[in-house]
């Protein structure tokens, strides 16, 4: 009887990914991340850097993880999957309730996820692609 081929499966998409890299300790206390955003700078002296933050791209094997979200942890992983609800009602391209609402949750589910320490969780920046 002649065997059968092995059946190899395709290899797993990949894709790179920008890690925020650690930052040098300057001093006995490490140093927080910051970036001063184009509409703040001039509340800086312009020698003041804009930012301190460095990336680290990596590349990684793309998967479905569905079935398995309970497998995965912030500290270990470097994210999590949540469920939760949101207020935002009919159109996630709607600015106003994005930032009206959204924002707002997500800052609350970040926070309470992250834990006491966290005294100050604020998002910027979104974009809804098409």
Same mark, same amino acid.
């Given at each position: ?14 894709? =790179? ?9 300057? *001093? *006995?206390?490490?140093? /927080? ?18 930012? /301190?933050?460095?990336?680290? +791209?990596?590349? #990684?094997?793309?998967? +479905? ?10 500290? =270990?992983? %470097?994210? @999590?999957?949540? @469920? #939760? ?8 391209? +709607?600015?106003?309730?994005?930032? %009206? ?17 966290? *005294? ?6 979104? @974009?809804? *692609?098409?």
């Amino acid at each position: 009887m002649a065997s059968s081929p092995t059946h190899k499966p395709p290899p797993l998409p990949r894709a =790179v990914f920008s890690y925020l890299a650690p930052l040098p300790s300057l *001093s *006995s206390s490490p140093q /927080n991340p910051y970036e001063i955003l184009p509409e703040a700078t001039h509340l800086f002296p312009p020698s003041h850097p804009q930012s /301190n933050l460095t990336f680290s +791209d990596r590349a #990684c094997d793309i998967e +479905d993880v569905r079935g398995r979200e309970g497998e995965f942890e912030l500290d =270990v992983h %470097g994210f @999590k999957f949540l @469920k #939760c609800g949101t207020g935002v009602e009919v159109d996630f391209r +709607d600015k106003r309730q994005i930032e %009206g609402k959204y924002l707002r949750e997500v800052e609350e589910l970040i926070r309470r996820e992250l834990g006491e320490g966290v *005294s100050r969780v604020e998002v910027f920046g979104w @974009k809804v *692609s098409e």
